[in-house]
């Protein structure tokens, strides 16, 4: 079976500092994969999708950016974190074809002071 | 752009309810529909599927309906238990770009002992 990994679970950093999250998948091979960020009491805004290595798309301009170094890792990062960035970054995969459905890790929780 | 709206925000149900969850959306040129469960403080587990050529899914208790021409789906819940508190959000994959999905902000459940 399939199964997705985020780590770090949380992350406390201050303002200005670097950013590195990172997610893989098992039990599959050549995933579609996405990285969203869920604000307090809003819903899920898709940051960038990956159909492939090397292949990224932005969603929304921003100062993060994704890199896909191997078929199942997807890596967000920043080089420098705004207040703004803070929120839960969900990391998700679903397969290139039918039936296109979507799975989610368990996330992580970011926060920045 | 596709808007996803899903009404109540919040609703609170005794034990033992059946109940229903609403989700509508602006475009109905959708390739798919999911809807997903959230704990809080966890990632999302996709609960149903329902292709837009199809026009119902379940899965025990739980029951997803799909009228793509109005542009509505209801996650119906029957006999509701505590252990089923939790948010429940819809999204949909349009039929143009198999990589996004639009979620609305979900409907928190509260279902009481």
């Known amino acids: 079976s399939q199964t997705i990994h985020q780590w770090p679970a949380t992350l406390v950093q201050p303002v200005g500092s670097p950013l590195s999250l990172e997610c893989t998948v098992e039990?599959?091979?050549?995933?579609?994969l996405y990285w969203y960020r869920q604000a307090a009491g809003r819903g899920l805004q898709l940051l960038f999708y990956?159909?492939?290595?090397?292949?990224i798309s932005s969603e929304v301009p921003q100062n993060l950016s994704a890199s896909r170094p191997q078929d199942r890792q997807f890596i967000l990062s920043s080089k420098k974190l705004l207040l703004s960035d803070s929120g839960f970054y969900l990391c998700?995969?679903?397969?290139?074809?039918?039936?296109?459905?979507?799975?989610f890790g368990p996330g992580t929780r970011l926060t920045v002071t | 752009k596709q808007e996803v709206t899903q009404i109540p925000a919040a609703l609170s149900v005794p034990e033992g309810e059946n109940l229903v969850l609403n989700c509508s959306f602006t475009?109905?040129?959708?390739?798919?529909l999911q809807w997903f469960r959230q704990d809080p403080g966890k990632g999302l587990t996709s609960l149903l599927l329902?292709?837009?050529?199809?026009r119902e899914q379940t899965s025990g208790r739980l029951n997803a309906s799909l009228d793509k021409s109005s542009g509505r789906s209801t996650l119906y819940i029957a006999a509701s238990q505590p252990g089923d508190s939790a948010t429940y959000l819809c999204?949909?994959?349009?039929?143009?770009?198999?990589?996004?999905?639009?979620f609305g902000s979900g409907t928190k459940l509260n279902v009481k002992p």
């Open positions: 998700a995969w679903s397969t290139g074809g039918v039936p296109y459905e979507q799975y």
């Open positions: 039990g599959t091979s050549n995933p579609n």
């Open positions: 990956s159909v492939g290595i090397g292949q």
């Open positions: 475009d109905s040129a959708i390739y798919n």
């Open positions: 329902i292709q837009s050529s199809q």
């Open positions: 999204a949909v994959r349009p039929g143009d770009n198999f990589n996004k999905f639009y």
